[in-house]
């Protein structure tokens, strides 16, 4: 008796059309009771196993809570088969499919999908799934086009595209925006404490205090803060076309991990522009005013023209969030949680650290490594990262088996067309995706050796001219702090605070190397 899960997700713009979760959900339930005539056994498809994602639109499955909650149910062996409508319902990004496929065929699962009568039980091969995605992928693309194109057009005439802005509410006949009294007063607020000199976290600071939350019931943040001051909405103007989504490499040394990041541009000959299209919230001189004071601050070289060696990413609480520094009123520097006070919750309880104890403590203990490593020969035993040299080396042994694969499906490809199984035309489409495939990774595979080569050159006297440098460095009663934060940026990744006492503090020290 084969136990089904159901997998049904429906963007927005599908609601639109009339499709929905539930529309999915029944059919699948129906093709359930059809193949259970069929085979003379009875599929079951209990409401726990249904997974539903209603109105997300993105290509990303990682953003989807559901998905992940039926890959665990699955390496539970809750459930013997998932069905789902479509491939494009599943996943429209061909990586994630394949990826999304693989998992569950490990955990002993069989997919079906409707539309494309596909089968895993029947259909061994990956390359008819595959060229599904990829159909499915281009598709999303193709819609993508059509609604930032037609973004653009709604832009340009004055209505509003997107989520609505702080301070406005959206008139449903106009579509466009108009001031919501009963926040409007708050963007007000925030741009006339900002222009008497207050800064984003002190700002964000007092809003939390009060109690007062964002739209959507956030607290707030000094990021939120600058958003709202350097956004023209709140001068009348609309702009559509600032931010664009694209791939790009989870890290550099890691070219096959790959993720969506935000790239913002100001050039306005690719943006929609359209001024005095609403009401304003703020006049355009304050709106100056403030925005120049942003630039003016950005000059400056920190409160008080300060350099603290351990902020902006490297020394991390023992909550995992990153630890920031303030300066009370005495003039001395702390370094606090950015958990403990941004959000207005006092999440964490981690207590402030003085900066300038805790970096001569931190500095002192890398400089004694250092010097008792380069004495006795032995620098590499106590970096703690791999080289990056031997990630590109597995890198490439990863590119050349997929590079193998590719070429077997190409391979496979020509034999079905050779023996009439597929059409002319079908071969033609299917081998221009296999291609593709194939030239992508040949050109990250001569990159990728590229710079393996150029990394072997240079990797070892690289090391050893910084850890002589920051070795000599320390030498000096008081070290010139900007190059001392370079060049700890050259060797450390990040430190973590583990446990703390009124007396001592407990620090791990991840290193940028290792033999």
Known sequence: MPIC???????????????????????????????SEESGENWLTPDDLVYRDDGITGTSMLKRPNVLQMIEDAKCKRF???LFKGISRFARNTVDALLMLQTLKICGVRIISFEENFDSQRDHTELIFTMHSAVAQYESEKTGIRVRIGNFEKARSGKWCGAVPE???????????????????????????????????????????????????????????????????????????RREQKLAFAHEQDLLTRKRRTVVT???????????????????????????LIAERRTKQGRRGREHILSKGILHCACGARMRVKVNHRDVAYYYCSHRTLPGAGK??????????LEQSVLQHIRTEIMDRLQAGTYRSFLQIKNPVQILEQQLQTIQTQLEREKQKATLLLERWMEEKISEDQFAQMNQIVTGQIQGLHQTYVGTQRKLRSLKDSSDERLQDVLHTFEQLL?????????????????????????RSETTIKLSIFYRFKN
């Not at 059309?17 to 059809?34: L, N, P, T």
């Open 167 to 241: 301070g406005y509410a959206l008139d449903p006949d106009t579509k466009r925006l108009i001031p919501d009294p009963s926040r409007s007063w708050l963007i007000q607020f925030i741009f006339s404490e900002y222009l008497k000199g207050k800064g984003f976290w002190t700002i964000a600071s007092e809003l939390n205090r009060q109690g007062i939350l964002t739209k959507r019931g956030a607290h707030y943040t000094a990021k939120r803060i600058r958003e709202i001051i350097t956004n023209r909405v709140y001068v009348g103007d609309v702009i559509y076309g």
């Open 348 to 357: 964490c309880k981690q207590k402030s650290i003085r900066a300038e104890w």
């Open 266 to 292: 100001d050039n306005e000959a690719n943006l929609a522009i359209c001024t005095n299209a609403h009401t304003a919230i703020v006049s355009k001189e304050n709106f100056q005013r403030a925005n120049s």
């Open 5 to 35: 899960a159901i997998y049904a997700r429906v963007s927005d713009e599908m609601q639109t059309k009339g499709e929905s979760v539930d529309h999915q959900i029944s059919f699948m339930r129906e093709f359930a009771r059809r193949r």
């Open 475 to 499: 030498r000096n009663s008081t070290p010139d702090k900007a190059q001392t934060r370079e060049l700890l940026r050259n060797l450390v990744h990040s430190i973590h605070i583990l446990e």
């Open 80 to 82: 013997d088969i998932v």
